[in-house]
């Protein structure tokens, strides 16, 4: 999600420097939407690692022997 948001982002700034008579709201608003996405998924990972740090750093030493 995080990489196809920030590739929606940069397609609609190109087509707006492309095409200078384009209504710039319409992309400002679907990146403005796609930044929050992509805000939200880093989030996201970020809990998914600190639980997993966390779960590791607590685990009772093991041995494998």
Do not use: M, R
Not at 10 to 35: M, Q, R
Not at 50 to 59: A, C, G, P, S
């Amino acid at each position: 999600a995080i990489v196809q948001c920030a590739d929606g982002i940069a397609t609609a700034l190109s087509e707006l420097v492309a095409h200078e008579n384009l209504d710039p709201t319409a992309s400002i608003k679907e990146s403005i939407l796609a930044a929050e996405t992509i805000q939200l998924c880093a989030q996201h990972q970020k809990s998914i690692v600190d639980e997993y740090v966390w779960n590791i750093q607590f685990l009772p030493q093991c041995s494998l022997y």
